[in-house]
């Protein structure tokens, strides 16, 4: 049955993929190396083994994937381009081959009437570029930056909105300070470099963006509401550092041109060896102005400190040998996904609220993400029947319009994802999709959520432009 829910004219409903998580093709017609090619094939790395260079093969079946696209009725599609894809080893020679795939993909959703709106880099740096210091040296920000003047040059006639870089927060945490993502360096918080300078990629590319013509610019960040486990000093002052280290220093720096604490920024000096004349100038340049502000919401996370920690002063040291200062503590008497994440709606509007409250000049808002694993797979009769998905989107949509209605500029609501893809460490055992994928045959299908998702958008205003 179709929604009651009601968007305003304009709002702009889409779905989210990344190019490593569903295009396969790993090895073909030229493709470089990724971080990530390599921590998959590492043994114990995925879960089960499990492999993307097959992927759901959407190198090969993306006008499949786009006549689905077009029966849900989206007006924006989100993707990534592969870094590694068209330049084999992150700068230098392109590789024609890799542009000319993203020309088949985007002409085919303009044919479609769907508005795409790449992300420049989702976590697959070219090996290359790992090898010679990865996100922890600046000339990877500088290759980033002529990588997005190419992207920008060969498609701005065509791409009117854009992202830089998703979930740096991510990227950093897991694959820098732990070692769950490639590349697996496990620094603790010796990787805060790793953040600067994928603020710093960001902010360049805005510049070289805009120099190549793009209308509209943003960035997708991970944001969600921290909660600390007690009211324990030591847990109040454990999550404030988390949220520090995960909301707000990629909030802040884009949007108020700062770090969120003297510490933070001390120890970005102390471990790049910057001198703070030449941060404040990188600032300068990672608060470029944004056109749109994309957040990516799953759910909040309640932090508490380490039994170690309890007794400490609560200053953070950006180079604890020990671990670090923060522990994540489950939520509990919550309903759960099959990936074990908490289900509350509720906190898509408290993070909203909460970003109002910090950025009085925030651009308008595009969630970016937000979607949930759930395992059902087609019944006897083919009909895959994901009813708790269903109530998930629907409850979170539901929190976005009253938080909308509250005073919040979101412009759009992106679901991740329109189809079952390779999620990172957990392979292929957790299912985001609007559409299932058999992965023996690569058969696509919809899901019950892609009706529903597809009948709440036609009964939207038609009054959207692109």
Do not use: C
């Amino acid at each position: 049955m179709p929604s009651s829910l009601v968007f305003p004219p304009g709002f702009r409903f889409g779905t989210s993929t990344s190019a490593f998580q569903i295009e396969g093709a790993t090895d073909a017609d030229g493709r470089g190396v990724s971080i990530w090619d390599v921590f998959a094939a590492e043994p114990g790395r995925v879960l089960r083994g499990d492999s993307p260079a097959v992927g759901i093969d959407h190198y090969h079946r993306y006008a499949e994937d786009v006549a689905l696209l077009a029966q849900l009725g989206v007006q924006d599609y989100r993707f990534s381009f592969a870094w590694p894809r068209i330049l084999p080893t992150g700068r230098g020679t392109v590789e024609r081959r890799g542009l000319d795939f993203y020309d088949r993909l985007i002409d085919a959703l303009l044919t479609a009437g769907i508005n795409p709106v790449p992300t420049l880099y989702h976590w697959d740096l070219p090996l290359a570029l790992q090898e010679a210091g990865g996100w922890m040296a600046r000339e990877t920000a500088e290759a980033f930056a002529d990588y997005a003047s190419l992207l920008g040059e060969h498609f701005a006639d065509r791409v009117t909105d854009w992202l830089t870089l998703n979930e740096m927060s991510v990227h950093t945490l897991y694959g820098h300070g732990l070692s769950e993502h490639a590349p697996g360096l496990g620094l603790e918080l010796a990787a805060l470099p790793a953040a600067h300078y994928q603020l710093l990629a960001h902010g360049l590319a805005v510049q070289r963006l805009r120099a190549a013509g793009a209308q509209r610019i943003g960035v997708a960040n991970q944001h969600f509401p921290v909660i600390p486990a007690s009211d324990d000093d030591a847990d109040l002052i454990a999550a404030h550092v988390f949220a520090d280290l995960t909301n707000w220093t990629f909030g802040d720096p884009i949007l108020r041109g700062v770090y969120p604490s003297d510490e933070i920024a001390g120890g970005i000096l102390q471990l790049t060896g910057m001198s703070p004349e030449q941060l404040a100038a990188d600032l300068r340049v990672i608060s470029e102005p944004l056109d749109i502000y994309g957040v990516n919401y799953y759910e909040p996370t309640r932090i508490g400190a380490p039994q170690a920690d309890r007794d400490s002063s609560g200053v953070l040291e950006v180079d604890i040998p020990e671990g670090l200062p923060f522990a994540a503590v489950p939520i509990e008497g919550v309903e759960r996904t099959d990936f074990g994440w908490s289900i509350v709606p509720s906190g898509l509007g408290d993070i909203l609220r909460q970003l109002r409250e910090r950025y009085p000049e925030l651009p308008p808002i595009i969630i970016t993400e937000n979607g949930a694993s759930f395992s059902d797979g087609p019944g006897a009769d083919g009909r895959v029947r994901d009813q708790r998905r269903i109530r998930f989107l629907d409850a979170h949509l539901r929190a976005l319009s009253d938080e909308m209605a509250a005073g919040a500029n979101v412009v759009g609501y992106y679901v991740w994802s329109i189809i079952d893809n390779f999620e990172w460490a957990a392979g292929f055992s957790e299912r985001f999709g609007l559409v299932h994928v058999d992965l023996d045959t690569l058969v696509r299908t919809p899901k019950d959520s892609y009706y529903w998702y597809r009948d709440l958008i036609a009964a939207q205003s038609p009054a959207r432009s692109v």
